[in-house]
T-cell receptor
Framework: AQSVTQPDIHITVSEGASLELRCNYSYGATPYLFWYVQSPGQGLQLLLKYFSGDTLVQGIKGFEAEFKRSQSSFNLRKPSVHWSDAAEYFCAVGEGTNAGKSTFGDGTTLTVKP | ETGVTQSPTHLIKTRGQQVTLRCSSQSGHNTVSWYQQALGQGPQFIFQYYREEENGRGNFPPRFSGLQFPNYSSELNVNALELDDSALYLC?????????????FGSGTQLSVL
């Protein structure tokens, strides 16, 4: 069965600092990977996704993620964090190409210090 | 704005009761997935409907059931509510088209079971 682990429950960074959120997955075939962001009381918004091709994926809001098959990782990065980036971030792996049947990690809460 | 609306936004029920949650998908989206998000956890896949037929189910008991209608709306029904059913319930719609599929999430229904 597929699974996703986000090792960091909570991360705090200063505004303007760089950010990396970790994600490790378990999946038997080529994974279909996603990063979502959730603000309090809101649904999830897709930041970026990877299915094939270039292992460095660019997303919205200045985020990028790198797929590393050898490490079963799909870490999310941003070079300079803004206060508005404070939110909950979820990594997910789809079932085949079916994004709607995704398995999610338990999320990482990002706090941004002024 | 994702174009996916859920109702009600909040709901309080007592143990043993039944509840119906509703989701209105984006026009033309033929697929809807439902997720349960318990406090402090990532969303868990409940089931998916594609063209009004169930298209896969997660590890949830039969008292969780659903319907999808031709007008792109859908329902999640939960019978015999238990305290552990307290969670945020999210629906996500998409136009099924392989690896380019993108999910659009609603803001969810917060269900409290007392």
């Amino acid at each position: 069965a597929q699974s996703v682990t986000q090792p960091d429950i909570h991360i705090t960074v200063s505004e303007g600092a760089s950010l990396e959120l970790r994600c490790n997955y378990s999946y038997g075939a080529t994974p279909y990977l996603f990063w979502y962001v959730q603000s309090p009381g809101q649904g999830l918004q897709l930041l970026l996704k990877y299915f094939s091709g270039d292992t460095l994926v660019q997303g919205i809001k200045g985020f990028e993620a790198e797929f590393k098959r050898s490490q079963s990782s799909f870490n999310l990065r941003k070079p300079s964090v803004h206060w508005s980036d404070a939110a909950e971030y979820f990594c997910a792996v789809g079932e085949g190409t079916n994004a709607g049947k995704s398995t999610f990690g338990d999320g990482t809460t990002l706090t941004v210090k002024p | 704005e994702t174009g996916v609306t859920q109702s009600p936004t909040h709901l309080i029920k007592t143990r043993g009761q039944q509840v119906t949650l509703r989701c209105s998908s984006q026009s033309g989206h033929n697929t809807v997935s439902w997720y349960q998000q318990a406090l402090g956890q990532g969303p868990q896949f409940i089931f998916q409907y594609y063209r009004e037929e169930e298209n896969g189910r997660g590890n949830f008991p039969p008292r969780f059931s659903g319907l999808q209608f031709p007008n792109y709306s859908s329902e999640l029904n939960v019978n015999a509510l238990e305290l552990d059913d307290s969670a945020l319930y999210l629906c996500a719609s998409s136009l099924k088209k392989g690896a380019n599929e993108k999910l659009f999430f609603g803001s969810g229904t917060q269900l409290s079971v007392l």
